[in-house]
Structures are given as C-alpha cells and as structure tokens.
C-alpha cells in the first residue's frame, strides 16, 4: 500500500499532529505518501480489521491533504477542474470526483467538502496534494487541522457520546461542530465500506479529541487496515487501481463523469474511449484459498494471460486471498468465472467477481 514516493531513509517525513500519542500506544510508525503514519497498533491490523467490521475504529487520516478553494469564482474553476458535476450537490455536501489529465488518467481521486457558497475544501490523496495545488490553485491548509476518521457500525453510537452533533452527521453531509470551544468540521465520508464519519479538528485540538473518541471505547486502527477494508469494499486506490493510463471508466467509475455539465480536463479523451469502448475493466478476484493475492499477479485463463493484479491482500472476513484486478476486455469474461491467479511461481485457483468483495454477493 506504500505510494511510489516512499523510499524508506529518504526522509524527513511529515508528521500527524497525533505521531507521539501512536507512538505511545506501541503503534509500528512506516512511512505512506510522504508522511510517517501508523501502519498497525499491537493488537493487529486483522483485529482492527474485525473491530471496524463489527464495532466501531478511529484512523488518523491527517496525511490526507486539505486544499481550500475559495472566492466568487471556486464553483467554476472545480466544475472545470474535476471530473464530476457539482451541480449533482450543494453547499453542506461532499462529493467523490476525480482529477484527470487531457488523456482521460487519473491524476488523483478526491473528496470534496462544500462547506458554504464560497468555500471548497478539496481533500487529495497525501502523496498528491501538491500536484492538486499546482492543478486547481487555492490553499494548501493541510497542516492546520488533523482528520480522524470514525468508521464502524457503532461509530456513530460511540462517537455521540463525545460529540453527539458530528455523530449525527448525513451520509456525505458535511457540517460544523464545535469541540471544546474549537470550530470543526465533519463529513459522512470514510474509506472501509462501513457507516462513519471524519473529523476535521485544530491541529492543536488533535490529542483531546482523539483520547475522548477512544474512551468511548472505540479500537485505534492504522492504515494496514484501512487498506484491507478498502480492498474488501472495492474501494480504488490511487497508484494500483488509478493512475497514468488508468481512466474512469476502464475503473468502473464512470459515475464520477459530469457528461451533463460542460467542458472539463480529459472529456474530449473519455468522450473518445466511451464510444471505442475500454480495453479493460477493473473486477474484484476471490481466491479459492488463504493464501494472499500480491499486486502484479498475473490473470490468466487457459494459459492466457487476461489481466493483472492492482492490488491484493488477505481477508480478514471471508478468511480468503482476494485482489482486484484490471482484466482485457476482449477477454470476455463475466462475473463468477473461473480464473488462475499466477503469483511467485504458484498457480492459485480464483473466482471473478464484481466489487465489493464483501459482504459477497449472491452470485460469489
């Protein structure tokens, strides 16, 4: 799950405002995007995994930018920069969309928080938060405020308890709420599958607010997790399932097009590939075993290599390896058929399926 610009003693890392309470609780530190972040705490990333499948987690996702695009004009330069249609929402509202290039690639994927008429605060991926900047301006405030994401089937219940008006948030709201006399931001985002919100707050509130969400009892989980409950959700990440070459919709994120509002960067590209048709689609891969699916795999049916692994992990849930995969489309291949999954020299029996890959569908 490392991005490409993390070369272990390259250093110096950025550090979350929180680094010395994960320190404290035994977290194991690594480096992620540029920023040096909790991977696991001592119970395990496959207890976390659990515990945000069946109870309720916090995640530190302060590495996550924060780009603020303000002014009279914020609506039209977005609408222009990113690939969905703003129109689709409002101010108090979130909304996933993506940054291309003129071929149609993603560049990044982005959450945007609408905060009012004239505020925008665009939410890149850690490693790519400069690139935003150069690509649609604003402010980079990212070092201002620390995001602690509450995720889980309990998260709201537990969360309320501490701070009952950001637990009450909508699914993709986004509203205000004060933290002990602080001004703070929620949003009804997250990035395991489950219910849950995140939680923008003062840098220097970031300690405070942390230890009142985990004496609610709600378990610390680092990004090992995240990234498994991202890859069971089928949740793209960006340097696997995005990235140069890699458009909307050969993603099955076509969704995040505005094909309604105007011009905007790469809609002549993907205006072109929607009529073609993509080469590949992204699918999810169920292994027949435990053993774990690696990124780089290759796919193959009846000795033919059909695609490649994007990313790939063990799940906690269904106990199994499981990937996803970017697959030729003249392969022809639907969902639930057999496939081999060709990794360090092992042959591994697998299924094709559509995302998510858990709760499984019917058809699994």
Known sequence: MAS?????????FRRSPLYATHVALGAKMVPFGGWEMPLAYPGGTVAEHRACRTSAVVFDVSHLGTVRVTG???????????????????????????????????????????VDEERFDVMPNASNTSRVVAAIGGNDVTDERAIL??????????LAKVAPEAAAVRRFAVARFTWEGAD?????TGYTGEDG???????????????AVVGTGITPAGLGARDTLRLEAGLPLHGHELGPGITPLQAELAWVVGWAKGDFVGRAALEEEKAAGPTRWLRGVVGHARQPLRDGAEIEVDGRTVGRLTSGNFSPMRERGIGLALIDADAQLLDGDPVTVVQRGRSLAATLVRPPLWPPRVED
């Open 197 to 211: 919100v995140e939680c923008a707050v003062p840098a220097e509130m970031a300690e405070s607010f942390w230890s």
């Open 72 to 114: 009279p004009d914020a609506f039209d330069h977005l609408q222009y920069s990113l690939s969905n249609d703003l129109r689709k929402i409002s101010p108090g509202r979130a909304q996933y969309t993506q940054l291309l290039d003129v071929t149609g690639s993603v560049t990044d994927d982005i959450i945007v928080w609408w």
């Open 184 to 188: 703070c931001l929620v949003a009804g």
């Open 4 to 12: 490409e610009d993390d070369v272990p003693g390259s250093g110096p």
């Open 149 to 158: 994401a509450v995720q889980g089937p309990e998260a709201r219940a537990r």
